[in-house]
């Protein structure tokens, strides 16, 4: 008797039939940049069809996303003003804030994920306070608890620290639970790597830090032991959901969590990857759809449940479009 593999692979309704991993609309988080401002809707050079969008022009892209069938938003806040100690960010009026109101009003079953770090509100562009030229952890943990409940306040669902403070997610848990959020989601970037990919995002959220770099606390490329205790950390101090980031250059670590917690994992399709992705498309060198449709796959192959992608729109078209078959 030969074994033959191939009588998986016949036509398009037997590869389907066998399929191991499915990607759905409900497994996408779209970030959103909303900046100070009136009638602002300003392009992201190196992440075509990205833009910063003040709160008046916000419905926008918000009826977009709802139009295609998207779930859930992660805001990023830009103010019209930073200073050394990011009071913008835990501003009760502040832009993420009335977004976050905002949002609510206009769209009540939309999940709204907010960011929680320094670095878009400082002066300095660093995700904690400074002494010199040395990041400050335990000094900025009550500022990021007060920037949650600020956000919670507002109306978010979710809650994302992504500064890497140490103990962080423990401080914002018990600060949120004393305000009467018990159940406001944290979802906490557990793994986050100091890495290249971020770059084009920096210019989106005007978050590069003006002295230094981020390795002091942001996690080194080349560890995985270390992103273990990382997450491993984080659920013990109360988050709901892990997340890695950046996605593509890290499965491995992605899988390896799936394997070792059955928490839920989010990744974060960054920046640099989304651009890559349209550089190359722009040129003619890729089939854009069936290598976005292949990356996401892998991330959900890999063990994640939550996706954050700049493609998110385009992604749920394409999901409606294929109508259950293979969307690449």
């Not at 962080?168 to 004393?178: G, T």
């Not at 978050?207 to 013990?236: C, H, L, V």
């Not at 670590?253 to 920046?271: K, M």
Request: with cysteine.
């Amino acid at each position: 008797m030969k074994k033959r593999m191939r009588r998986l692979r016949v036509n398009a309704q037997m590869r389907n039939l066998v399929r191991e991993t499915y990607l759905n609309k409900s497994d996408l988080v779209y970030p959103v940049f909303v900046i100070e401002g009136e009638n602002i809707k300003n392009p992201v050079d190196s992440m075509p069809g990205i833009y910063q969008y003040s709160i008046d022009r916000l419905g926008e892209e918000i009826d977009r996303v709802l139009s295609v069938g998207i779930e859930a938003v992660l805001l990023f806040g830009i103010p019209a003003k930073k200073d050394e100690r990011a009071s913008g960010a835990y501003d009760r009026d502040g832009v993420t804030q009335r977004a976050i109101r905002f949002l609510k009003e206009k769209a009540p079953r939309l999940l709204v994920a907010a960011d929680v770090c320094l670095c878009e509100y400082t002066s300095h562009g660093h995700c904690g306070l400074i002494c010199g030229e040395e990041i400050l952890n335990d000094e900025t943990l009550p500022l990021l608890a007060e920037m949650a409940v600020s956000l919670a306040d507002a109306g978010a669902d979710i809650i994302a620290p992504s500064d890497m403070m140490d103990g962080r997610v423990a401080y914002i848990r018990e600060a949120l639970d004393q305000a009467g959020h018990q159940n406001t989601m944290i979802m906490a970037y557990s793994a986050k790597f100091a890495s290249g990919y971020y770059s084009p995002f920096r210019e989106a959220a005007q978050s590069a830090p003006q002295f230094g770099d981020r390795k002091t606390y942001q996690m080194d490329p080349a560890n995985r032991r270390e992103a273990i205790r990382e997450w491993k950390e984080d659920i013990e101090e109360g988050a709901d959901v892990i997340m890695i980031k950046p996605a593509l250059a890290y499965l491995d670590i992605v899988r390896e969590a799936a394997d070792r917690t059955d928490y839920p994992i989010a990744v974060y399709n960054v920046s640099g990857e989304y651009a890559m992705v349209k550089a190359a498309a722009a040129q003619g060198f890729i089939d854009e759809k069936r290598i976005v449709m292949e990356n996401m796959t892998a991330m959900k192959r890999a063990g994640a449940k939550i996706i954050i992608t700049y493609h998110a729109p385009d992604v749920a078209k394409w999901l409606t479009e294929a109508d259950g078959d293979t969307p690449f």
